[in-house]
């Protein structure tokens, strides 16, 4: 599997010296494709409007429904390819209202990916 590099902070696409668009492959792609596929909101893609997650929802309504959240954010990881299973753990919210934790990915080839966010 290989992926466009792009800036884990910015998003934006990564070049090489040269001006070339850079690509990763293998652990690093599918933990970049899971990160970004966590980042949609649900509706932001006009032509696939199902796709993402539906953050609104959990945030402006139903921030009690921790489990039904995780479960979301679980089913749209196990959408990217390469992926056999994922567990994500989320911190409280604090008075940033940023969401940080941690997810674990087993690839299809078991390998194991760890990753914060």
């Known amino acids: 599997m290989?992926?466009?590099?792009?800036?884990?902070?910015?998003?934006?696409?990564c070049?090489?010296?040269?001006?070339?668009?850079r690509t990763?492959?293998?652990?690093?792609?599918?933990?970049?494709?899971?990160?970004?596929?966590?980042?949609?909101?649900r509706g932001e893609i006009p032509f696939t409007p199902l796709l993402g997650i539906d953050y609104g929802n959990f945030f402006l309504k139903n921030q009690s429904q921790t489990n039904d959240f995780?479960?979301?954010?679980?089913?749209?990881?196990?959408?990217?390819?390469?992926?056999?299973s994922a567990q994500i753990t989320i911190e409280p919210l604090g008075s940033s209202r940023q969401?940080?934790?941690?997810?674990?990915?087993?690839?299809?080839?078991?390998?194991?990916i760890l990753a914060s966010f």
């Open 99 to 112: 969401i940080n934790g941690t997810i674990q990915i087993i690839t299809d080839t078991e390998e194991v």
């Open 70 to 84: 995780l479960q979301e954010l679980r089913k749209e990881a196990l959408k990217v390819s390469g992926v056999q």
């Open 2 to 13: 290989i992926s466009l590099k792009t800036d884990p902070k910015t998003n934006d696409l």
């Open 15 to 21: 070049l090489t010296s040269l001006g070339d668009i």
């Open 24 to 41: 990763c492959s293998d652990q690093e792609a599918i933990a970049q494709d899971v990160g970004s596929a966590l980042s949609i909101w």
